[in-house]
């Protein structure tokens, strides 16, 4: 087994306690970067962090084919961008059809093009700290609505 420090939030940890101790941990001080808050916490406000450096929505992503199942589309966006990206269990309807030819490859324009081809029951709402995707349509006070 190995020693305690060798885990990466024992890392983090470490670069935590310095930067307090100088003064300069101008955020939260549980950890760096946005953190995923959990599905019920989607409706809160959100931290300064996040406020202050929210996802950039337009952030690029490679190799997404110009057909896929709406399923596969998902879980290679959830792998390569460096933000939250929740969306509810498919189901069967992972294996509809996304036409993504002449669709500009960012996380948004891909994004919206999962969601149209999962229907109007389904939304996407764009959150300081990523997107979510689920089959309910509810108003997220401190995110946009994407779809539909």
Do not use: H
Not at 20 to 35: A, D, H, L, V, Y
Not at 49 to 63: A, K, Q
Not at 68 to 86: E, I
Request: glycine residues 8%.
């Amino acid at each position: 087994m190995f020693d305690e420090s060798w885990r990466t939030s024992a890392n983090e940890s470490l670069l935590i306690k310095q930067f307090k101790e100088r003064g300069e941990c101008k955020w939260s001080g549980t950890g760096f970067g946005p953190k995923d808050p959990g599905k019920e916490r989607d409706t809160t406000r959100p931290s300064w962090f996040d406020n202050t450096y929210p996802v950039r929505d337009d952030w690029p992503v490679e190799d997404i084919p110009d057909q896929a199942a709406v399923g596969d589309v998902l879980r290679l966006l959830k792998n390569q961008l460096p933000f939250l990206v929740r969306y509810e269990k498919l189901g069967k309807a992972a294996t509809l059809p996304v036409k993504l030819k002449g669709v500009p490859r960012n996380a948004r324009a891909v994004l919206l093009k999962c969601a149209e081809a999962l229907g109007l029951n389904w939304q996407l709402t764009l959150l300081k700290n990523g997107f979510i995707l689920y089959p309910v349509l509810k108003d997220f006070k401190f995110g946009t609505r994407l779809y539909p």
